[in-house]
């Protein structure tokens, strides 16, 4: 079965500082791709990257980076030089494309607020 | 495009009423879901569908129904409201690689 945990409820940190968001997933699939969503306070969702299960390079743009390793089941998100704006609700999500009953699973979220 | 919208933006109901969230999207999209999300529970999927004429439950589908007659439009359907149904409804499109959400329609159930 799915499952994606994100233990961290909330993170507070003051800006400039570098802060990375945990991503744990559970998955019995071989073939799945992984999601990461902001959520701003103006409440809408709002893509950030999407990573398939056979591409475990590490992704850098800008500010934001991403480490996907399957030996430990994680894809956490890293902001470098954390900014005011960065402040959202951030998801981490889950999709496994072969089985019987394919859908996206989300985690319960991180609250991440940048402290001017 | 106007990419996945929803209507209403926001409902006041009482309990016991029914109602029906609006869902469409114009990208020709088989794969369609619906979400609610609540503090502290993250975004949990209600039911989805992957084409016209399919749809399934999610991790919490009771006290909604919903179809799928046509490939653009997914409308979700409180038979009767409780005020454990307050929340936001998210619906989106796409498919399993990934997903356009629309804005959200906030629910109040009093």
């Known amino acids: 079965a799915q499952k994606v945990t994100q233990a961290q409820t909330e993170i507070s940190v003051v800006e400039k500082e570098d802060v990375t968001l945990d991503c744990v997933y559970e998955?019995?699939?071989?073939?799945?791709?992984l999601f990461w969503y902001k959520q701003p306070p103006s409440g809408e969702l709002v893509f950030l990257i999407r990573r398939n299960s056979f591409d475990e390079q590490n992704e850098i743009s800008g500010r934001y980076s991403w480490n996907f390793q399957k030996s430990t089941s994680s894809f956490n998100f890293t902001i470098t030089a954390s900014q005011v704006v960065d402040s959202a609700v951030y998801f981490c999500a889950l999709s496994e494309l072969y089985s019987s009953a394919s859908k996206i699973i989300f985690g319960s979220g991180t609250r991440l607020s940048i402290r001017p | 495009n106007a990419g996945v919208t929803q209507t209403p933006k926001f409902q006041v109901l009482k309990t016991g009423q029914s109602m029906t969230l609006q869902c469409a999207q114009d990208m020709n999209h088989e794969y369609m879901s619906w979400y609610r999300q609540d503090p502290g529970m993250g975004l949990r999927l209600i039911h989805y569908s992957v084409g016209a004429g399919i749809t399934d439950q999610g991790e919490v589908p009771n006290g909604y129904n919903v179809s799928r007659s046509t490939t653009e439009d997914f409308p979700l359907r409180l038979l009767s409201a409780a005020p454990s149904q307050t929340s936001v409804y998210f619906c989106a499109s796409g498919g399993l690689e990934t997903q356009y959400f629309g804005p959200g329609t906030r629910l109040l159930v009093l």
């Open positions: 998955t019995r699939d071989t073939t799945y791709y």
